[in-house]
């Protein structure tokens, strides 16, 4: 199996300085690899390791991770005694020689956040990447696992639309020579109609010929098998095609178009028409590929 979808998720716990924490990954499909990352304040100085190790793992898609503190787990913090003793020497200081009343009570100093601070053991960026790389890894390896099953089912897809489209063709390619045959026939039939037998049956015979080759949709065929041929062997590569096959679709779009222009024949059209819709979901597939 070569081809990955951009839809999965992981999710994994891990533990980190004394605490638990639940982290999440999910991606959805993009044109690009976009990485949206929600951490709580203690990891903020790992996120730029957090999105060098996606951007290593994947090529595209746009992926969200969260990490989430489980329920039981505190965060320890260090009382900075000093700054708290000065908030006590300025209330009195404002007391005896301002007349300024009130008291300072717990109330007051549990909102002062410039008196709490963490401590720095707690806060080691190197045993946090430890322990928040082992579990972004394995969530990454979840969500690729499931990338990997949902491109399994899209190459299924995507390959039994392929083989209808070339059965389509076939149909093409059988009703094409007949076309001259059509063309000739039809002239010469309203040209005796409308001039008795006083016309060159020859020149009529050259113009349709001429007609006939102007309507010949073999190039176009033969383009679009190529195609065709080529999306099979990206399909078979390990690396990212999705662009690639993205490409190959406007490209066969383009060719089943021109083939639906140059032949007014009903069956072509018919034929074309079905192709066509094989396409569009042949690429709807395609945009969620990597």
């Keep these: 199996m070569a081809i990955k979808s951009m839809t999965g998720y992981g999710s994994t716990e891990f533990d980190a300085g004394g605490g ?3 982290l999440e990954l999910r991606s959805l499909n993009h044109r690009y690899l976009e990485l949206s990352v929600r951490v ?8 730029v390791k957090v999105r060098d190790a996606l951007k290593k793992r994947f090529a595209r898609g746009a992926f969200a991770l969260f990490i ?12 900075n005694i000093g700054l708290v003793k000065s908030y006590q020497e300025a209330a009195g200081r404002l007391k005896s020689e301002f007349g300024v009343g009130g008291q300072l009570d717990a109330g007051f100093f549990l909102r002062q956040r410039d008196i709490f601070s963490v401590p720095e053991g707690a806060a080691h960026a190197g045993e946090d990447w430890s322990a928040l790389g082992a579990a972004l890894a394995e969530a990454a390896g979840l969500l690729a696992s499931m990338r990997a ?3 399994a089912r899209l190459l299924e897809d995507i390959t039994a ?3 209808v489209i070339e059965q389509y063709l076939g149909q093409v ?6 076309l001259s045959r059509r063309y000739r026939e039809k002239l010469i039939k309203d040209m005796g109609e409308l001039l008795g037998k006083n016309f060159d049956e020859a020149r009529i015979i050259a113009e349709a010929a001429m007609l006939a080759e102007k309507s ?3 190039e176009e065929v033969v383009r679009f098998r190529s195609h065709i041929e080529q999306f099979g062997i990206y399909l078979k590569m390990e690396e990212p095609v999705g662009r690639r096959l993205d490409f ?7 060719e089943a178009n021109t083939i639906g222009s140059k032949s007014h024949e009903v069956d072509i059209t018919r034929a074309v028409v079905e192709v066509k819709g094989q396409l569009d979901k042949v690429r709807e597939q395609v945009q969620n590929i990597e």
């Excluded at 390619?173 to 007949?178: D, W």
């Excluded at 190959?248 to 383009?254: D, G, I, P, S």
């Design 149 to 151: 099953d949902e491109g």
């Design 216 to 218: 010949d949709v073999t």
């Design 20 to 22: 638990s924490y639940g």
């Design 161 to 163: 639309r392929l083989g």
């Design 68 to 79: 989430n503190t489980l329920p039981g787990t505190g965060q320890s913090f260090e009382l």
């Design 173 to 178: 390619e059988r009703l094409a020579p007949e």
């Design 248 to 254: 190959l679709c406007q490209e066969m779009l383009r």
């Design 40 to 47: 709580p304040e203690r990891f903020y100085p790992l996120e």
